[in-house]
């Protein structure tokens, strides 16, 4: 199967209303190098369904020419600590962390079956979002309940987003001829969805996603950190049911919820100059809750040797950057104005006070090529 171009590695990422796809050409060379080829890559609707949507991709790309498939996977549980070939058991233990993640493990598991249906003697891989936080400590990951709820059913802090906060630390000791594990950092996933690790010496040790995606930072439409408290509130006295509340959390808070005007960072940002108190609210309170995130981790780990910024957010809003690194200079953090302010699509430094801050936009679905990759030709994982 191993032509001298190197290896076709296609990515697809399904999430609840598309399904993204990435044609890489990859070798174990350009894995070190930073040297993949993309040959291909899309958006589809997959209203119809999985297999409609995975026809369309074929229609885009040669099907016969793919040596491997990788698929991004939301939850690995504490079962999956790396990137795996999917076999029948992996896809029974997939499918039985769905009871962990109802909106997302269901759609990945569409997305093996569709592919295998398509390309039946083709290895397919799983990626976790969960694996890099797998080396969080006990103390990081236990919540304050009784002892059995995390033994027995398992409600503990799992952490997502782990492909790109991999990737980016990845990214900032490859540009610097280093490895992971030089470094103590801070990585901020500012998307849609958003979340801080607190990388040390190459392990997650901690992170603001918890048992769920909710927890943590406010986000586009995820409330973030929330007393369960309000929660029983809302149950026991206003009659709230778990499907309205679960839409509430999940779809209709965050940003969104606080400013009553959008998600989307630029409305607000828009909103908010010209006067819309609520979006100036929601902006406010994204960034202070960033900002304390980031304490809290330099706390963590006494201290960072960089703060990386990615996502949507993190890659291109240099005025929520430059909020949220507002009155750190204490704590060694600030960031340069003409660079922050500097407009490119690349990894840079925009920042070089005692803790150097930088941008470095992120690639999931390269992690995934690379992973799909290493599992195949049973490389070592990075
Ligand atoms: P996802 O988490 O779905 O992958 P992205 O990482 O692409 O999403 O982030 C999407 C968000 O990034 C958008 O909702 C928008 O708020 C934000 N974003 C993108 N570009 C800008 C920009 N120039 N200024 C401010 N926010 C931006």
Known sequence: MALAGGMK??????????????????????????????????????????????????????GASVDAVGHRVVHGGDLFHESVIVDAEVEKQIEELSILAPLHNPHNLEGFRAARAYLPRVPQVAVFDTAFHH?????????????????????????????????????????????????????CHLGNGCSVCAIEHGRSIDTSMGFTPLEGLIMGTRSGDLDAGAILHLITHEREDPAGLLHVLNDASGLKGISGVSNDMRDLLREAGAGNDRAALAVEAFCYRVRKYIGMYLAAMDGADVLIFTGGIGENAGAIRARICEGLGNLGIAVDREANERDSRDAREIGSWKIPVWVVPTDEELLIARDTLRCILNLAHE
């Open 9 to 62: 590695i296609l990515v697809l990422n399904a999430g609840s209303s598309s399904l993204k796809f990435n044609l890489f050409e990859c070798t174990p060379e350009s894995i070190k190098t930073n040297s993949e080829r993309v040959l291909a890559k899309g958006e589809t609707e997959r209203a119809a369904g999985m297999a409609d949507a995975l026809k369309s991709v074929f229609q885009q790309i040669d």
């Open 135 to 187: 080396t969080l400590p006990p103390r990081a990951y236990v919540y304050g309940l009784p002892y059995e709820y995390l033994t027995e059913r398992k409600i503990r802090r799992y952490g997502f987003h782990g492909i790109s906060h991999r990737y980016v630390s990845w990214r900032f000791a490859q540009l610097h001829g280093k490895k992971r594990s030089d470094y103590r950092m801070i990585t």
